[in-house]
C-alpha cells in the first residue's frame, strides 16, 4: 500500500501560488532526475542509505503545492519539507487526521473543510516532531 503527503498553500482557504523554484531549490542536493507527464513534473530524489523519493508537482512557474509519494525516512528530505513550508507559509498534511505548519498565522488561512477533516495543525519547526504527527495520524 502506498502513503502520500500533501503540502499545500492557502491564503483565506483558498490555493495560493508560489515560485516553483522554492521546492526545487530545496530538494536540489538530492534531485537525481526528472520525469514529464501531461501537465505535471516528477522531481526524482536520492538521500544517502538509499532512501527515494518522487515529488509530484505543477510543471507551471508557480504552484500552490506538491504531492510526495512513499516519502522516505530521510532527515535531509524532512528538514527540505519544514524549509518549505517556512518559506511558503503552507500545510503539511496526509490522509488520515493531522497536519503540521511552521506559522501559526497559517492556520487562519486553511479551509475550514481540511480543519474539520483533519483537525488543528500542530505548529513545529521541528521535522522529527513532524514525523511524529504523521505517525500517530
Avoid at 5 to 26: F, H, L, Q
Avoid at 110 to 118: G, I, N, Q, S, T
Amino acid at each position: 500500500m502506498s502513503f502520500s503527503v500533501y503540502v499545500e498553500c492557502y491564503s483565506k482557504g483558498w490555493g495560493k501560488s508560489y515560485p516553483r523554484r522554492i521546492v526545487e531549490d530545496a530538494f536540489k542536493p538530492f534531485i537525481c532526475g526528472r520525469e514529464k507527464t501531461r501537465e505535471r513534473v516528477a522531481l526524482l530524489l536520492s538521500f544517502e542509505g538509499g532512501g527515494k523519493a518522487r515529488v509530484l508537482l505543477d510543471d507551471t512557474q508557480n504552484v500552490n503545492g506538491f504531492s510526495v509519494n512513499r516519502p522516505p525516512a530521510s532527515p535531509e528530505f524532512w528538514k527540505a519539507i519544514i524549509e518549505i513550508l517556512k518559506a511558503t507559509d503552507s500545510v503539511l498534511h496526509w490522509p488520515g487526521s493531522g497536519c503540521v505548519i511552521t506559522n501559526p498565522a497559517v492556520r487562519d488561512d486553511l479551509p475550514k473543510e481540511m480543519l474539520a477533516a483533519v483537525g488543528e495543525p500542530t505548529v513545529t519547526e521541528d521535522y522529527t516532531v513532524a514525523l511524529d504527527c504523521i505517525e500517530r495520524g
